[in-house]
């Protein structure tokens, strides 16, 4: 008997639309097509869409360390709640997971807690060269994190022969946080005191395309792969625009969705994000880059606060706000209203991070390959609350704003762990497996 049957739905198989239902058994997918036969449950998928399950390849869930505002359990729920099947999550944590041990330590805080399935960063330092050089085998591990600018603890690696280190011993793609720690400190006197406005001033377009543009030559001279996250600005998408192969980038779906000064006059600290939230000219170039295929992800860079910290007066107000639960709604919404496809957004949440970062059996549907799905109702509407918010946090930049689309079951290794906003069963999430190129 079969586990789970999938039926009249539409399924996203080679890039198309099909009328298709979905075997399932031992979490595995075992046949495509139109199956009459016993399974211990089937789920109705008529007038819906049966994607890949999506994925998010940016997320901060503070644990160990900050573990008030968010942990590895309540940032799965958020994902599993927003239709996301797998996370990347990230190493800048209290101790920073900057070492095998601690690597270890996030595996064994994830097992058994995590609903969704989820891949580790290991974080660059100055001095952990001869660790990144020996990642391949280490289960769980998506990348090596690189903060060129802006970061906590000991993993801020400001400097060209360190990020020239870091590279020359990578052994994975490195994911790279980039701004100018330099322009970054020489700025700090345009800050206003109380005016976040400032805030896209001090961490400005040239601070950002200024490391993006030394982060590219250092990754080209040693033939390495480097992933630029949260990409913000023109010359960004028009510099790596020429650079592509080794060189992939990512934009969020905040960058897309909301921009200066409107999101700051609206949200105050609560838009303060590294990178900024800059004004239309660059929103509208971040989006001309999603029309024209130029970025190969789209990742949430989820990072939440409490507001108590959000509320302080700018710039002792955290950046950073979070998205996993809202990245599928906001960009779902993006495609009813015909700024990009449904194809599209797949190549950015399912089919390229497989590429990139050679995850295993994930990100299609074909048989044999892993039972995850985000089962979407693309006419559904939903109204965002800061009380819906799984996240510890208790909030979000949409509060009050209504999205059309919307992930109405979540299905991992062949079980529903999410329905109609509901969390079912228990947390079985398993580390994300990679291929050794």
Same mark, same amino acid.
């Given at each position: 008997?079969?586990?789970?049957?999938?039926?009249?739905?539409?399924?996203?198989?080679?890039?198309?639309?099909?009328?298709?239902?979905?075997?399932?058994?031992?979490?595995?997918?075992?046949?495509? /097509?139109?199956?009459?036969?016993? =399974?211990? @449950?089937?789920? !109705?998928? %008529? +007038? *819906?869409?049966?994607?890949? $399950?999506?994925?998010?390849?940016?997320?901060?869930?503070?644990?160990?360390?900050?573990?008030?505002?968010?942990?590895?359990?309540?940032?799965?729920?958020?994902?599993?709640?927003?239709?996301?099947?797998?996370?990347?999550?990230?190493?800048?944590?209290?101790?920073?997971?900057?070492?095998?041990?601690?690597?270890?330590?996030?595996?064994?805080?994830?097992?058994?807690?995590?609903?969704?399935?989820?891949?580790?960063?290991? /974080?660059?330092?100055?001095?952990? =060269?001869? @660790?990144?050089? !020996?990642? %391949? +085998? *280490?289960?769980?591990?998506? $990348?090596?994190?690189?903060?060129?600018?802006?970061?906590?603890?000991?993993?801020?690696?400001?400097?060209?022969?360190?990020?020239?280190?870091?590279?020359?011993?990578?052994?994975?793609?490195?994911?790279?946080?980039?701004?100018?720690?330099?322009?970054?400190?020489?700025?700090?006197?345009?800050?206003?005191?109380?005016?976040?406005?400032?805030?896209?001033?001090?961490?400005?377009?040239?601070?950002?395309?200024?490391?993006?543009?030394?982060?590219?030559?250092? =990754?080209?001279?040693?033939?390495?792969?480097?992933?630029?996250?949260?990409?913000?600005?023109?010359?960004?998408?028009?510099?790596?625009?020429?650079?592509?192969?080794?060189?992939?980038?990512?934009?969020?779906?905040?960058?897309?969705?909301?921009?200066?000064?409107?999101?700051?006059?609206?949200?105050?600290?609560?838009?303060?994000?590294?990178?900024?939230?800059?004004?239309?000219?660059?929103?509208?170039?971040?989006?001309?880059?999603?029309?024209?295929?130029?970025?190969?992800?789209?990742?949430?860079?989820?990072?939440?606060?409490?507001?108590?910290?959000?509320?302080?007066?700018?710039?002792?107000?955290?950046?950073?706000?979070?998205?996993?639960?809202?990245?599928?709604?906001?960009?779902?919404?993006?495609?009813?209203?015909?700024?990009?496809?449904?194809?599209?957004?797949?190549?950015?949440?399912?089919?390229?991070?497989?590429?990139?970062?050679?995850?295993?059996?994930?990100?299609?549907?074909?048989?044999?390959?892993?039972?995850?799905?985000?089962?979407?109702?693309?006419?559904?509407?939903?109204?965002?609350?800061?009380?819906?918010?799984?996240?510890?946090?208790?909030?979000?930049?949409?509060?009050?704003?209504?999205?059309?689309?919307?992930?109405?079951?979540?299905?991992?290794?062949?079980?529903?762990?999410?329905?109609?906003?509901?969390?079912?069963?228990?947390?079985?999430?398993?580390?994300?497996?990679?291929?050794?190129?």
């Amino acid at each position: 008997m079969l586990d789970l049957i999938i039926k009249n739905g539409k399924c996203y198989i080679d890039k198309d639309l099909k009328d298709q239902d979905i075997a399932i058994k031992e979490g595995k997918i075992i046949e495509i /097509g139109k199956i009459n036969k016993e =399974a211990k @449950e089937i789920l !109705d998928a %008529k +007038d *819906l869409l049966v994607l890949p $399950g999506c994925m998010d390849t940016q997320t901060h869930f503070r644990e160990p360390g900050s573990t008030d505002t968010e942990d590895l359990h309540t940032g799965s729920r958020a994902a599993i709640v927003g239709g996301i099947t797998s996370v990347f999550e990230m190493p800048n944590t209290n101790p920073p997971t900057a070492n095998k041990k601690e690597f270890q330590r996030k595996l064994d805080l994830a097992k058994n807690r995590m609903y969704c399935n989820y891949g580790f960063y290991f /974080g660059a330092t100055p001095d952990n =060269a001869n @660790e990144l050089a !020996d990642l %391949k +085998d *280490l289960e769980g591990c998506c $990348g090596i994190k690189l903060f060129a600018g802006s970061s906590t603890g000991n993993l801020l690696v400001q400097h060209e022969k360190d990020i020239e280190i870091v590279f020359k011993n990578s052994s994975k793609v490195v994911a790279v946080h980039s701004e100018d720690e330099e322009i970054l400190n020489r700025n700090k006197k345009l800050i206003k005191d109380g005016d976040v406005h400032s805030h896209p001033i001090w961490r400005s377009a040239e601070c950002a395309i200024s490391s993006t543009r030394r982060i590219v030559k250092i =990754a080209e001279r040693y033939k390495k792969k480097a992933h630029i996250l949260h990409v913000t600005t023109k010359d960004e998408i028009d510099f790596l625009s020429q650079h592509k192969g080794n060189i992939t980038f990512e934009i969020t779906p905040q960058h897309l969705t909301i921009y200066a000064p409107d999101c700051y006059n609206k949200l105050g600290t609560y838009a303060q994000m590294n990178p900024p939230i800059r004004d239309k000219s660059h929103y509208d170039r971040l989006w001309y880059g999603v029309k024209n295929n130029l970025n190969d992800t789209i990742g949430s860079d989820h990072a939440p606060h409490l507001k108590i910290n959000k509320d302080k007066t700018y710039p002792n107000s955290p950046s950073g706000m979070p998205g996993v639960q809202t990245l599928m709604p906001v960009m779902l919404n993006h495609i009813n209203d015909g700024k990009l496809t449904l194809e599209q957004l797949m190549n950015f949440v399912c089919e390229n991070p497989v590429k990139i970062f050679g995850i295993e059996n994930k990100g299609f549907i074909k048989e044999g390959f892993d039972a995850d799905f985000t089962v979407v109702d693309m006419n559904k509407k939903i109204l965002i609350k800061n009380e819906n918010i799984e996240s510890k946090c208790g909030w979000s930049p949409f509060d009050g704003t209504e999205f059309k689309g919307l992930p109405v079951s979540t299905i991992v290794a062949g079980k529903i762990k999410m329905k109609n906003g509901e969390i079912l069963g228990d947390p079985e999430g398993s580390p994300l497996v990679f291929k050794n190129e």
